[in-house]
């Protein structure tokens, strides 16, 4: 299974809105702050047309590859990208299932052009000018282990970095009652086959063939237990967090529960 080297995260969500201040909870023993209601974030590569018809999914995937491939100075248009999102754009899906139940049945075609699971990817492409191979994925609860071992096999395979990007937002009645999501969460992770001056750890992958039980954060290896749970419970993707914060911690292992279960251990440049 892959090895390869985790050499960059941006990350967001309305309690904790960067990787930095992630990193700060996490070594201060801090609170969270108390959910804000979220600006609408404006994509700065986007073209104008196109950042018109941007969802509020599509600004929130922008938001992280943005602040990610400007901080390490990425080369976004020889970037493969892996993009996953549990349940896609429910503002959109809210949007068509509505308009086609009407009297008039008449569908909105920035909608429909918005509606496809890669319609983000699309955008990026776009803003980028990126040739580059592109997947969207969704596993459910489990997409964002699936959609990191998707992207560390391509990192080791293809031997040069790779983006990754796994993302939700909070969908609306009635679509809520039946997805727990309530809050946005965002998180990109710069993946290479080689360590480079900004890695922060190795990671070596194996598949589990099922790990029972639901999810939870494992005990002990967070310091915030609480508020992580706050978090995590909110958005399946933030299900990443036990990663991020055995990176902070310099934690040795960690294992995403489901069918198949996602085994990750760790290693770091100083070891």
Request: proline share 7%; glycine share 6%.
């Amino acid at each position: 299974m892959p090895s390869v080297y985790l050499s960059g995260i941006a990350m967001y969500s309305p309690m904790v809105p960067s990787w930095e201040s992630y990193v700060d909870l996490i070594h201060s023993h801090g609170e969270l702050a108390p959910v804000e209601a979220e600006t609408r974030y404006q994509p700065q590569s986007l073209p104008r047309n196109e950042r018109r018809r941007a969802t509020d999914l599509v600004r929130l995937t922008f938001r992280v590859l943005e602040t990610i491939t400007q901080q390490y100075q990425l080369d976004v248009e020889q970037m493969p990208t892996v993009f996953a999102s549990s349940g896609g754009d429910y503002n959109v899906v809210h949007k068509i299932a509505s308009a086609v139940s009407s009297q008039e049945q008449a569908v909105s075609p920035t909608d429909f052009h918005n509606s496809v699971h890669n319609a983000a990817a699309g955008y990026w492409g776009i803003a980028g000018s990126c040739h580059e191979t592109s997947l969207s994925l969704s596993a459910g609860d489990e997409t964002f282990q699936i959609g990191l071992l998707e992207t560390a096999l391509q990192c080791e395979q293809q031997a040069r970095g790779c983006l990754y990007v796994a993302y939700d937002v909070a969908p609306p009645p009635p679509l809520s009652a039946q997805r727990g999501i309530t809050q946005s969460f965002a998180v990109a992770i710069w993946l290479t086959p080689n360590k480079v001056e900004s890695t922060l750890a190795k990671l070596s992958c194996s598949i589990q063939s099922a790990v029972d039980g639901p999810y939870d954060l494992p005990e002990g290896q967070l310091r915030h237990d609480a508020v992580m749970q706050q978090i995590a419970g909110g958005n399946p993707i933030a299900r990443c967090l036990p990663l991020l914060t055995a990176i902070v911690e310099q934690g040795a292992k960690v294992t995403f529960p489901g069918a198949p279960g996602l085994d990750v251990q760790l290693s770091y440049p100083s070891d």
